[in-house]
């Protein structure tokens, strides 16, 4: 079992960067694959990036490519996500997930068992 729990969330211009922070409490975080999705309003969960537990594997949405960052620092049980360049496109809540595997990581919101409570990010001027 792992609990997780956003933050860093928050209002921010065009163009403007902010870094989430997930953390994990529970057993064995660094056994975990874990996840970042978003969810904008009338829309479906979506995708965003992906890492594998020891981190040297990373996936990103064709969106955010090139912009955000995923990362993770498994002494600290805690998982970030670096937004650069935001756009409104960009607003929504964004969750991070877990889940056990063995260095892999997953894209689809099926393969997660664990989720947190989200926190919101709104880019507007």
């Known amino acids: 079992q792992v609990q997780l729990v956003e933050s860093g969330g928050g209002l921010v211009q065009p163009g403007g960067s902010l870094r989430l922070s997930c953390a994990a409490s529970?057993?064995?975080?660094?056994?975990?694959?874990m996840g970042w999705f978003r969810q904008a309003p009338g829309k479906e969960r979506e995708f965003v990036a992906a890492i594998s537990w020891s981190g040297r594997s990373t996936d990103y949405a064709d969106s955010v490519k090139g912009r955000f960052t995923i990362s993770r620092e498994n002494d600290r049980n805690t998982m970030y996500l670096q937004m650069n360049g935001l756009k409104p496109e960009d607003t929504a809540v964004y969750y991070c997930?877990?889940?056990?595997?063995?260095?892999?990581?997953?894209?689809?919101?099926?393969?997660?068992?664990?989720w947190g409570q989200g926190t919101q990010v709104t880019v507007s001027s």
């Open positions: 529970g057993r064995a975080f660094s056994s975990y694959a």
């Open positions: 997930a877990a889940q056990a595997a063995a260095n892999t990581y997953y894209t689809a919101r099926r393969d997660y068992n664990y």
